[in-house]
């Protein structure tokens, strides 16, 4: 069997990252990607001049309008492109539309190939999405932490205790108020941050 | 008279693009509409109406703010994969402006002036056509907002009034409504139909000027539908007669006075709604020429969509059957919804 010729495709995402790994990873893949960071002025006229065989879109880009008007208008454009909506396979335009990536691809382009394409961009999409979740849930645990050190020296400083017992106290009171430790820390500072206003 | 069954959802998500018809599915939530029918309503704003129409046939969306032709166009299977789809309700009549640039523009007649022409959308038209024979340029780019839109419709019809070939003797392309403006000021567009308050802040910031309305081109035209697949619509009979309610509510409710508007163009305002596309609209009369979007007169007909139909056909290169149009644009979604007591 001989291999595919590889595809052009263009990649439209304000996502830089995740613009970078849909990328790299459609390169492994052999094919030739044609990157935007950001909306292009003129997609018109970047399609007709880079001529691709399927372009990857964020769908939440305004820009989509623009792609499904160039298969409708522009007969003279050599390479219209043309939405891809496999209706014999609802399964993985779910996941598309679910992960938030849109394809255009030039008419008469074998199936298989499309979806192969689609399945990298998906998987990025997802990878990436999980990422930034990731890197959310790290963030709210470095300030959790840092709330309950703050906690932790005003209690000690107010009640003139180590900070074992501090942390003790924190830990009991969140406890009998069924509350996580980061959460009491927060009504604590507000406590005793107004005390010390007040004094 | 039967009372209304329950609704069998109450929570819902509406899509919409941020345009001044808009105002309907947000008067209905922030003026309790929504809520007095028992919904409890997110208002999701997408970019681009072929996202909209996107999450709505996936289901993603219980319903949406859609372009008139494009419920009818999704149920053919002309825009995107084919999903029955139907227009229960007209969102909102007019608004469509066509804005040249100050280059192609000057001295033209505004739409609806005293001055020659200024009733006549011919007459700036032919105007157009002359300057591009005269000045022999290359073809024009002009944009409207999507290939199954009134725009993208009223823009050819404005064309052809004066001689011209839509195919041949302009560029049409497709941009979202919030990146004509600038597009226009930066020279990349040298024209465009859209949907208020776009065509007035081009005029308002002085990148163009108004030259036509859809007003002028297609009287009384719906312009903005609520669009439901139909597979929704036979899951949620009840939701869909409560949303009814609701927005219908909420167009007598606006109707009703200048301070209701006025405090539906401060909910508008809102940064979830049209945020800072509203800043120059205090200095707009609303309601009123050259713009005069309206947002009454919600029952739908399939006669209203004739000029639709006829480019809808052309698009497709087959007359369409009058039984799909009827289906799309059916009144009889409002007439059950109104012919019932409210709860």
Same mark, same amino acid.
């Given at each position: 069997m001989t291999p595919s010729p590889p595809l052009?495709?263009?990649?439209?995402?304000?996502?830089? @990252?995740?613009?970078?790994?849909?990328?790299?990873?459609l390169g492994q893949e052999g094919h030739e990607v044609i990157c935007h960071l950001q909306s292009p002025a003129s997609?018109? %006229?970047?399609?007709? /001049?880079?001529?691709?065989?399927?372009?990857?879109? %964020?769908?939440?880009?305004?820009? /989509?309008?623009?792609?499904?008007?160039?298969?409708?208008?522009?007969?003279?454009?050599?390479?219209?492109?043309?939405?891809?909506?496999?209706?014999? %396979?609802?399964?993985?335009?779910?996941?598309?539309?679910?992960?938030?990536?849109?394809?255009?691809?030039? %008419?008469?382009? @074998?199936?298989?190939?499309?979806?192969?394409?689609?399945?990298?961009? @998906?998987? /990025?999409?997802?990878?990436?999405?999980?990422?930034?979740?990731?890197?959310?849930?790290?963030?709210?645990q470095l300030a959790e932490r840092k709330r309950i050190e703050k906690a932790k020296g005003l209690l000690m400083k107010h009640q003139n205790c180590d900070e074992p017992q501090a942390y003790q106290t924190l830990r009991k009171l969140a406890m009998d108020r069924g509350q996580r430790i980061g959460e009491v820390a927060g009504n604590v500072i507000d406590i005793l941050e107004g005390l010390e206003k007040g004094l | 008279m039967s009372m209304p069954q329950a609704a069998e959802r109450t929570h819902l998500a509406l899509g919409f693009v941020p345009l001044l018809d808009a105002a309907l599915p947000i008067v209905a939530r922030e003026g309790g509409f929504f809520a007095a029918e028992g919904l409890e309503v997110t208002l999701s704003r997408e970019s681009a109406w072929s996202t909209l129409r996107d999450k709505l046939a996936a289901g993603l969306l219980d319903g949406a703010q859609l372009l008139a032709p494009l419920p009818l166009a999704m149920s053919l299977g002309a825009s995107g994969p084919a999903c029955d789809t139907l227009a229960p309700l007209v969102l909102g009549r007019h608004g469509n402006t066509l804005v040249l640039s100050a280059y192609w523009s000057e001295g033209? =007649?505004?739409?609806?002036?005293?001055?020659? $022409?200024?009733?006549?959308?011919?007459?700036? =038209?032919?105007?157009?056509?002359?300057?591009?024979?005269?000045?022999?340029?290359?073809?024009?780019?002009l944009a409207m907002v999507h290939?199954?839109?009134?725009?993208?419709?009223?823009?050819?019809?404005?064309?052809?009034? $004066?001689?011209?070939?839509?195919?041949?003797?302009?560029?049409?392309?497709?941009?979202?409504?919030?990146?004509?403006?600038?597009?226009?000021?930066?020279?990349?567009?040298?024209?465009?139909?859209?949907?208020?308050?776009?065509?007035?802040?081009?005029?308002?910031?002085g990148g163009g000027r108004i030259v036509a309305t859809g007003a002028q081109l297609w009287p009384d035209h719906p312009e903005k539908v609520l669009g439901v697949t139909r597979d929704w619509a036979e899951?949620?009979?009840?939701?869909?007669?409560?949303?009814?309610?609701?927005?219908?509510?909420? =167009?007598?409710?606006?109707?009703?006075?200048?301070?209701?508007?006025?405090q539906a163009r401060d909910w508008l305002t809102l940064p979830p709604y049209l945020d800072r596309a509203m800043d120059h609209l205090p200095t707009l009369p609303l309601g009123e020429a050259p713009v005069d979007q309206r947002l009454t007169g919600l029952r739908p007909a399939a006669d209203e969509l004739a000029p639709v139909v006829e480019h809808l056909a052309r698009q497709l290169g087959e007359p369409l059957e009058r039984a799909a149009v009827e289906a799309c644009y059916s009144p009889v979604h409002v007439d059950t919804a109104t012919h019932q007591e409210r709860a």
């Open positions: 052009r495709i263009l990649l439209v995402d304000d996502e830089s @990252v995740r613009a970078a790994m849909v990328e790299e990873a997609l018109n %006229d970047m399609v007709e /001049r880079h001529a691709p065989d399927v372009v990857i879109i %964020d769908m939440e880009s305004p820009d /989509r309008d623009t792609l499904d008007s160039m298969s409708q208008l522009h007969r003279q454009n050599p390479r219209p492109v043309v939405f891809f909506a496999d209706q014999h %396979d609802p399964e993985s335009m779910q996941a598309a539309l679910k992960a938030g990536v849109s394809a255009y691809v030039v %008419d008469g382009l @074998v199936p298989t190939r499309v979806r192969a394409i689609l399945e990298v961009a @998906v998987a /990025r999409f997802d990878a990436f999405q999980s990422m930034r979740q990731e890197l959310d849930r790290t963030r709210n | 033209m =007649a505004a739409p609806l002036d005293d001055s020659p $022409g200024g009733h006549d959308p011919a007459v700036n =038209a032919r105007d157009f056509a002359e300057r591009l024979r005269r000045r022999g340029t290359t073809r024009p780019r290939p199954f839109s009134s725009h993208h419709y009223q823009l050819r019809d404005w064309l052809t009034l $004066g001689g011209l070939d839509p195919d041949r003797d302009v560029e049409l392309v497709a941009l979202p409504p919030s990146r004509m403006v600038e597009a226009l000021e930066q020279g990349r567009i040298d024209g465009f139909c859209v949907g208020e308050p776009w065509g007035s802040q081009a005029a308002h910031r899951r949620h009979p009840a939701t869909l007669q409560a949303m009814i309610r609701a927005l219908i509510a909420a =167009a007598g409710w606006l109707a009703e006075s200048p301070e209701h508007r006025r």
